[in-house]
């Protein structure tokens, strides 16, 4: 999967947030805010394919978790990525 390039990431009132930049500006109608485990995510993974399991491998590289709780951590992200049009 690949995240949607036309989304960005804006610091808003001390939160991450995903935007996608208009025409006039940026579109508020829908604001997703990111933990900072979502936001480490998006950042390593944005401008790549990944799977699931790559995003599992760098929660269990940076986070004290076990393999099987960061694939389904992943899985879950993954899941909410595709399912907010985030991703396909």
């Known amino acids: ?8 990431i804006r610091e808003m009132a001390g ?8 025409r006039l500006g940026v579109d508020m109608t829908r604001v997703i805010s990111l933990n900072d ?9 944005h401008d790549r394919e990944f799977t699931a399991e790559d995003a599992a491998q760098l929660l269990t590289g940076n986070y ?20 907010s049009g985030l991703a396909k």
Not at 1 to 8: A, D, G, L, T, V
Not at 15 to 22: A, F, K, S, T
Not at 37 to 45: G, H, P, R, V
């Open 15 to 22: 939160e991450h947030v995903i935007v996608r930049p208009g």
């Open 64 to 83: 004290k978790v076990d393999a099987a709780t960061a694939l389904r951590d992943a899985e879950a992200w993954c899941r909410k990525l595709v399912e």
């Open 1 to 8: 999967m690949k995240i949607n390039s036309e989304y960005q």
């Open 37 to 45: 485990t979502s936001l480490f995510l998006w950042n390593e993974l």
